[in-house]
């Protein structure tokens, strides 16, 4: 092919020269031919950091519907992503280049590069990088599919771990906050310990004793009165001897009163005699 000039000077260039060198059978021959493939990038980006950018110009270019091609693709963007020969990428690289090749093939991009981005504090391995991509086509959203007796890396175990957890939390909260829903529609039926809802009928019960009560208090408060007047007749018109007389003249009143009073029935007792009735 025409664009495989040994300056690559251009993404498609190192593209293709990178497939070549990758289907050849002498390791010894391929791991030499990388490592210059990789020398002349990084001489290209020192003048030119345009790595990520150059990945989103390639990728309209080839057909990635087709497995074997997107598998050369993904582990080409690692390779490009390499800096000064080291044979890890930076986390923050790694990240941004995630967000463009696994967009809309990987169901939990969002959430795999939050986690990675708090909690993955060293480079990301070409191992880590590779198994990823194994992980995002046999591990569905509710992580159905995973293995965890499987060869995973320690970062994409960890991060299982994590989702089950989110997972869990979410369930709680989700029942959480349904309890609270329930109760807020049925506020009016919070009742303190020991207390019931009044009918109807208790209401209009506790309104008539109410009355009966109200009615009664009235008419020993006039008997009262009765009483003390009696009591100031007796004394303004007091004489030595007769005293004990009047006294009990005013106690024999008072009682035929209260027997009069009685023998009627007080309001009160009519009522709750009409009720039994």
């Not at 007091?238 to 008072?254: F, K, M």
């Amino acid at each position: 092919m025409e664009c495989l000039r040994s300056n690559c000077s251009d993404i498609f260039d190192v593209f293709y020269k990178y497939c070549d060198i990758i289907s050849e059978r002498n390791p010894s021959n391929m791991k030499e031919s990388l490592s210059l493939l990789l020398r002349s990038i990084d001489e290209r980006r020192r003048a030119r950091d345009t790595t990520l950018g150059d990945i989103v110009r390639l990728m309209p270019c080839l057909n990635l519907s087709d497995d074997s091609q997107f598998n050369c693709f993904y582990d080409f963007v690692f390779f490009i992503c390499r800096e000064n020969g080291q044979k890890c990428i930076a986390v923050h690289r790694a990240l941004s280049a995630w967000k463009i090749v696994l967009h809309g093939r990987f169901r939990l991009l969002d959430q795999w590069c939050d986690f990675v981005q708090k909690h993955q504090k060293h480079n990301i391995s070409e191992d880590t990088w590779q198994q990823l991509l194994a992980f995002s086509r046999c591990v569905r959203e509710d992580l159905g599919g995973y293995d965890p007796k499987g060869a995973w890396p320690v970062l994409i175990d960890d991060f299982v771990e994590h989702m089950h957890r989110t997972i869990e939390i979410a369930g709680c909260s989700e029942n959480k906050s349904m309890c609270c829903s329930i109760s807020n529609t049925f506020s009016g039926l919070n009742l303190l310990p020991g207390s019931k809802r009044k009918t109807l009928e208790d209401d209009s019960l506790e309104g008539e004793m109410v009355s009966d009560s109200s009615e009664y208090q009235q008419d020993m408060m006039q008997l009262k009165r009765q009483k003390n007047n009696l009591y100031e007749d007796s004394n303004r018109h007091n004489i030595r001897g007769c005293v004990q007389t009047s006294v009990c003249a005013v106690e024999g009143s008072l009682s035929k009163g209260f027997e009069g009073y009685l023998s009627i029935g007080s309001p009160f007792q009519l009522n709750h005699k009409n009720r039994a009735s």
